[in-house]
């Protein structure tokens, strides 16, 4: 995204083109953040539904080539885990960008302080993560509604979103987006106050404390495997939002000292 244009969306300061957010520090930068609608927007339609079309491919191929019936198969895609595993990596990206390209235009050109800066992303993860829980949810009930893409194959209606429960998947998608969108920004702000070796002592730092953890639980007495047999859903939403909700403090704490020329 160059400074032309970021500046031809009327945030430069002085300019009649502010818009109705022009007084409001923060949701400038919320508008900030979504000039660039197709990676916020349609990038995660067109990589969902691509995944789906693929998920009907497989399915017509197995039903083709093999002897278990349509609804057998379609009970074995209920383990289908795609919606899972097929845009986090994304998500994390768009997290990334979001400091990395629009933190030094925000605050050199905007005139944005770093905690209107630091509250606007917030907000815009935080809105961000509502479009795209609503996004699957859209994609569960189209599938639901379809009778699986007319064919029995599965990609939101699985074990891993709930099932088929609308609130439950909502709920997951919201706190990976959030934990995928916080991470990726406070990734993005260590970038930007350390460089790309700052970002290596981060992951190494946060490897050590989830084997620490993974070490400190398996030491102790707590039994995990039977914590999570039940509301499995519900622990890891809340799990994901712990995750998000350090990152986002994290980044706070980082970017109240990122250079802004870097």
């Known amino acids: 995204m160059s400074t ?3 500046a031809h969306t009327g945030d430069l300061p ?5 818009g109705r957010h022009g007084s409001n520090p923060i949701l400038r930068v919320v508008r ?3 000039v660039d609608r197709m990676q916020m927007i349609w990038v995660p339609i067109i990589m ?3 995944v789906a079309a693929l998920c009907v491919v497989i399915m017509v191929v197995l039903q083709a080539f093999t002897p278990g019936t349509a609804e057998e198969l379609s009970e074995g895609f209920r383990y289908n885990q795609a919606a899972l595993w097929s845009w986090p990596g994304f998500i994390v990206t768009i997290g990334v960008y979001a400091y990395a390209r629009t933190m030094p235009f925000a605050i050199g050109m905007m ?3 770093r905690r209107h800066y630091w509250a606007g992303t917030t907000l815009w993860i935080l809105v961000e993560s509502v479009y795209l829980s609503a996004l699957v949810g859209v ?3 189209l599938e639901q509604a379809t009778g699986h893409w007319f064919t029995g194959a599965r990609m939101f209606d699985v074990y891993a979103l709930g099932n088929g429960h609308l609130g439950l ?3 997951l998608s919201f706190a990976m987006a959030a934990a995928c969108l916080s991470v990726g920004a406070g990734l993005a702000a260590v970038y930007l106050r350390w460089g790309q070796y700052g970002v290596m002592a981060g992951i190494a730092a946060i490897l050590v404390i989830v084997l620490g953890t993974l070490a400190l639980v398996l030491a102790s007495d707590l039994d995990v495997a039977t914590f999570f047999t039940t509301n ?3 622990k890891a939403s809340a799990l994901l939002l712990v995750i998000a909700a350090l990152a986002t403090a994290v980044s706070w704490v980082v970017m109240r000292r990122v250079p802004v020329g870097r």
Request: proline share 0%; hydrophobic share 60%; aromatic share 8%.
């Open 4 to 6: 032309a244009t970021l």
């Open 14 to 18: 002085g300019t009649a083109a502010r």
């Open 32 to 34: 900030l953040h979504f």
């Open 48 to 50: 969902l539904a691509s």
């Open 111 to 113: 005139g944005s302080t």
């Open 139 to 141: 994609f569960l009930l």
């Open 169 to 171: 998947t909502l709920l």
């Open 232 to 234: 499995l859903i519900e």
